[in-house]
Structures are given as structure tokens and as C-alpha cells.
């Protein structure tokens, strides 16, 4: 089985920083592309980054230039650095992965159950 587990959201001002965690363990070949997404009270859930088991990065234009995806592949982890943080990005904040459990295997989807961000003063 494979689980990815959220960790580091929770409360903070306007304008201040978080950083998201998400380490994925279980019977795990190849993790392939990592992702954030986010559902806020009432919206559909959005697409917040991505990033490439190269390194290569995408994020919602809402986001550029606050928030920073990154991965550490030796920990089958991915990140979410979330600075200059603004009320509209409340949200649950979920990660997603495409993982193959076996050489042989198809690549899968997984997500995590998500961790509670909140802006607020």
C-alpha cells in the first residue's frame, strides 16, 4: 500500500510564511510527477504546483512568485514553501503523486489527506 501524508499547515498572519510537507512511503518503484492542489470552503479544488521527477516546476498563476514547490527524492517527499500568504489562500492544501509500486507496474495516482491552511489576522 502506498500513503502520502500531509504535514504543516495551520494559522498565520497575512503576509507571513508556511511550508507544506508531504512524504510518501509504502511499496513505492518511481514516484514521477508530485503536485499541490487546494480546495478552498465552497470552490472547487485547484491545481496549485507540480514538479517533475527532473525538477521541473508549473504553478498556478495565483501563486507565482510566493510559493515554491521543491521534492527531495531520497525521501520520496515534496514541498510547498508558501511565503507573502494572503486570505484568498486559505484552503485544505492536498498533494497528489503519480507512483509506479513496481517496475512493471502502471503509475498510479495518490493523494494525501490534506492539511488545513488558514490566513488570517
Known amino acids: 500500500q502506498v500513503q502520502l501524508v500531509e504535514s504543516g499547515g495551520g494559522l498565520v498572519q497575512p503576509g507571513g510564511s508556511l511550508r507544506l510537507s508531504c512524504a510518501a512511503s509504502?511499496?513505492?518503484?518511481?514516484?514521477?510527477?508530485m503536485g499541490w492542489y487546494r480546495q478552498a470552503p465552497g470552490k472547487q479544488r485547484e491545481l496549485v504546483a507540480t514538479v517533475t521527477s527532473g525538477g521541473n516546476t508549473n504553478y498556478a498563476d495565483s501563486v507565482k512568485g510566493r510559493f515554491t514547490i521543491s521534492r527531495d527524492g531520497a525521501k520520496n517527499t515534496v514541498y510547498l514553501q508558501l511565503n507573502s500568504l494572503k486570505p484568498e489562500d486559505t484552503a485544505v492544501y492536498y498533494c497528489n503523486a503519480g507512483i509506479q509500486k513496481t517496475s512493471t507496474g502502471y503509475v498510479l495516482e495518490f493523494g494525501g489527506q490534506g492539511t488545513q491552511v488558514t490566513v488570517s489576522s
Open positions: 509504502g511499496s513505492i518503484f518511481k514516484i514521477y510527477v
